[in-house]
C-alpha cells in the first residue's frame, strides 16, 4: 500500500522560510515524477514543483527562485524548501507522485502552510 505524509507547514511570518517534508512508504520514490501542489479555497489544486525521475525540476513562475523541491532517494523523501514567502503562499501544499505522465497517482493528505504578520 502506497502512502505519503507530509510535514513541516505551520504559520510563518513573510519573508521567512518553510521546509516540507513528504515521506513515501510501499514503493520507490526514485522511480516517480514527484510534485508538489497547493490549493485555496474556492480555487483549483496548483502545481508548484515538479521533479521528474530522472532529475529534471520545474517550477511555477511565482516561486521561481524562492522554492526548491529535492529527493532523498535513501530516505525515500521528497523535499519543498520555500523561502522568502509571502502571504499569496498560503494554502494546503500536498505531495504527489506519478508514474508515468503528469496526473499524480497518490496523494498525500496535505499539511497547512500559512504566510501572516
Known amino acids: 500500500q502506497v502512502q505519503l505524509v507530509e510535514n513541516g507547514g505551520g504559520l510563518v511570518q513573510p519573508g521567512g522560510s518553510l521546509r516540507l517534508s513528504c515521506v513515501v512508504s510501499?514503493?520507490?520514490?526514485?522511480?516517480?515524477?514527484c510534485g508538489w501542489y497547493r490549493q485555496t479555497p474556492g480555487k483549483e489544486r496548483e502545481l508548484v514543483a515538479r521533479i521528474r525521475s530522472i532529475g529534471f525540476t520545474a517550477y511555477k513562475d511565482s516561486v521561481k527562485g524562492r522554492f526548491s523541491i529535492s529527493r532523498d532517494s535513501a530516505k525515500n523523501t521528497v523535499y519543498l524548501q520555500m523561502n522568502n514567502l509571502k502571504p499569496e503562499d498560503t494554502a494546503v501544499y500536498y505531495c504527489g507522485i506519478a508514474k508515468a505522465g503528469d496526473m499524480p497517482d497518490y496523494w498525500g493528505q496535505g499539511t497547512q502552510v500559512t504566510v501572516s504578520s
Open positions: 510501499g514503493t520507490i520514490v526514485s522511480l516517480y515524477h
